[in-house]
């Protein structure tokens, strides 16, 4: 359920999470958050819980049963109208996506033509890392095949350049392991 505008959700802040870098990517992500939000692998879905006690709209989509999430089958067929969000996020899970270029291209088509997608990714060597240690979301849903540990910079601009976006913003964060991409739909 989405809430309406101005109306405060009560939620523990974090009361799950997926590891201990997920506040740091929300606390990165939500200022280039605006207008209605859904979130897409949103595992514990604690981005749009965030953002709808700071008054914001927002839904989040998982193909994994997490609690308190929307479940969907598939990613790339995703209930919603052409043009419904203002901003779409995918946070630290586009690597998990193994038809990351089918959602990419579903995500394009329901996103606003001056909506936002804001991607966090690892890169494949930190990736090996941190998926050692914190292992928490893998030991409850598996790794699957076709996922990595990680996208290189160069294959998440690539990737949302080939469905219809181009990178307008991109920063490094979280000690320089982490990447923000902020994507807008290309116009023809």
């Not at 799950?16 to 859904?38: A, Q, S």
Request: aromatic share 10%; hydrophobic share 40%; charged share 30%.
């Amino acid at each position: 359920m989405i809430p309406k505008k101005g109306k405060i959700i009560k939620t523990c802040d974090l009361e799950m999470r997926m590891d201990l870098m997920e506040r740091n990517r929300i606390t990165n992500v939500l200022p280039f958050v605006k207008g209605k939000l859904l979130d897409v692998g949103c595992g514990y879905n604690n981005l749009v819980k965030k953002y709808r006690k700071l008054c914001g709209e927002g839904v989040g989509t998982d193909i994994f049963p997490w609690k308190g999430v929307d479940l969907v089958e598939n990613a790339a067929i995703l209930p919603f109208p052409d043009k419904s969000f203002d901003t779409i996020t995918i946070i630290g899970a586009l690597n998990h996506m193994v038809n990351r270029k089918e959602v990419l291209k579903e995500l394009k088509r329901i996103l606003k033509d001056d909506g936002r997608l804001i991607v966090t990714m690892i890169s494949p060597r930190i990736g090996k890392i941190a998926h050692k240690f914190f292992k928490r979301d893998e030991k409850t849903r598996g790794f699957r095949q076709g996922e990595t540990q990680g996208l290189t910079c160069n294959e998440v601009e690539s990737l949302l350049w080939n469905v219809g976006f181009y990178v307008v913003c991109h920063k490094l964060f979280q000690i320089c392991f982490n990447n923000l991409f902020i994507a807008k739909k290309k116009s023809y």
